[in-house]
């Protein structure tokens, strides 16, 4: 049961680590709703339990903090992360073993968990696009390991830290459409829609009932099934 937990966070990761912004409208806290495709190859789709993987997911955010869930069969997995210290907590619940995990994580151990992937050399293509009813503009760019990605930015709206991702630092504009690699996995992720709505508030304090556990002792969880 627990190795089944590691592809859900890493697509939690995929995911959260989404969103950043400087543009026209500010946005501070509300509901982001996308798409989400992967691009697998044939070892990958034998290895993965893709049919668990999210096909659309809602990320929460408030200010510099976010919430993203997700059910991955009987267990639930939760991250809420502050955007500003860049660290977070992840919460594993599996009713049917009555169990409830915590775990602290740092921005090293969120680093490791995204698979360490270091995106760079952005630039502007100069063509334009409508996507999802925002004005964008396209980007190439590359990972450390030569790949190279491509995505769709707009200066229509930013967004607060709680739903921003420094990896995207150098786009001047809020990325509505992008690829993602983590762990040789690639994500697709396209913003269907931004609901501006009171949500929160979000706090890294571990909830009563559950075990504190260290990112150590979850890792020896995960590798002993």
Do not use: C
């Amino acid at each position: 049961m627990f190795k089944s937990i590691k592809t859900g966070v890493l697509a939690l990761f995929l995911i959260g680590t989404a969103f950043y912004a400087h543009a026209q409208k500010k946005i501070s806290q509300g509901i982001i709703t996308y798409g989400v495709e992967y691009d697998l190859s044939p070892d990958q789709k034998s290895t993965l339990d893709v049919s668990s993987l999210p096909k659309e997911n809602k990320l929460e955010f408030n200010g510099n903090f976010s919430k993203l869930g997700m059910e991955m069969g009987p267990t639930i997995l939760t991250i809420i992360k502050d955007g500003g210290a860049e660290n977070a907590l992840l919460l594993i619940d599996i009713p049917i073993a009555q169990k409830q995990i915590a775990t602290k994580m740092s921005k090293e151990d969120i680093d490791k968990q995204a698979g360490g992937i270091k995106y760079s050399d952005f630039k502007a293509t100069g063509e334009k696009l409508m996507v999802s009813g925002y004005n964008t503009e396209k980007y190439t760019y590359k990972d450390d390991k030569g790949n190279a990605y491509e995505l769709w930015a707009t200066k229509d709206i930013t967004l607060t830290p709680g739903a921003s991702n420094s990896e995207f630092k150098d786009v001047k504009g809020t990325p509505i459409k992008f690829t993602l690699s983590q762990n040789s996995v690639k994500t697709i992720l396209t913003i269907k829609s931004i609901t501006e709505k009171n949500v929160g508030p979000f706090t890294l304090d571990v909830p009563s009932g559950y075990d504190l556990l260290t990112m150590a002792e979850l890792e020896a969880l995960r590798g002993g099934g």
